[in-house]
T-cell receptor
Framework: EAGVAQSPRYKIIEKRQSVAFWCNPISGHATLYWYQQILGQGPKLLIQFQNNGVVDDSQLPKDRFSAERLKGVDSTLKIQPAKLEDSAVYLC???FGAGVYEQYFGPGTRLTVT | KNQVEQSPQSLIILEGKNCTLQCNYTVSPFSNLRWYKQDTGRGPVSLTIMTFSENTKSNGRYTATLDADTKQSSLHITASQLSDSASYICVVGPGTASKLTFGTGTRLQVTL
């Protein structure tokens, strides 16, 4: 089966610019996650969707980050305006459901903010 | 505060040797513990998921153990291969995926 797809793979922007990442989960997976992984650290959950509804966005910096999953399939994560500390890898993952289900990760988007 | 601590931070071993990675956690409530392998520049890939009732689970040359009483887990890699070079991340959860706590990983390098 096809895995989780993400694009772009790499992005370099200047601070205060905006950027958007796209994720297409595994077909049939109701739950979608966006993680931020700073170099040398484990992933940190930004937002979790169940179908097209938000389950948890408690760690999403809502003043600059937004995410949507309008049709319950693919999702976009946007940063506007970007800060230097947003430099990280943004990982998308999906699972059949919430709870103790396997999470499948995409390859990630490496963002560099200069 | 929920925490997952992994040791060692990094490890270098010769190809063909065995190694064991450690994970200690202070996560409550506890439901499951996962080990992921993350190659450089790639997303994490699941190796095992264990619930509190499981003591051990294997996936090929990878064997994870869990002691829920002492809140410790280990990942044993047998007959290491160059392709095992990666970061290994321990993740602990209460049953709700949004509350997973990730460790910072052990960086393993397998050399000739």
């Amino acid at each position: 089966e096809a895995g989780v797809a993400q694009s772009p793979r790499y992005k370099i922007i200047e601070k205060r610019q905006s950027v958007a990442f796209w994720c297409n989960p595994i077909s049939g997976h109701a739950t979608l996650y966006w993680y931020q992984q700073i170099l040398g650290q484990g992933p940190k959950l930004l937002i979790q969707f169940q179908n097209n509804g938000v389950v948890d966005d408690s760690q999403l910096p809502k003043d600059r980050f937004s995410a949507e999953r309008l049709k319950g399939v693919d999702s976009t994560l946007k940063i506007q305006p970007a800060k230097l500390e947003d430099s990280a890898v943004y990982l998308c993952a999906s699972s059949f459901g919430a709870g103790v289900y396997e999470q499948y990760f995409g390859p990630g988007t490496r963002l560099t903010v200069t | 505060k929920n925490q997952v601590e992994q040791s060692p931070q990094s490890l270098i071993i010769l190809e063909g040797k065995n190694c064991t990675l450690q994970c200690n956690y202070t996560v409550s409530p506890f439901s499951n513990l996962r080990w992921y392998k993350q190659d450089t520049g790639r997303g994490p890939v699941s190796l095992t998921i264990m619930t509190f009732s499981e003591n051990t689970k294997s996936n090929g040359r990878y064997t994870a153990t869990l002691d829920a009483d002492t809140k410790q887990s280990s990942l044993h890699i047998t007959a290491s291969q160059l392709s095992d070079s990666a970061s290994y991340i321990c993740v602990v959860g209460p049953g709700t995926a949004s509350k997973l706590t990730f460790g910072t990983g052990t960086r393993l390098q397998v050399t000739l």
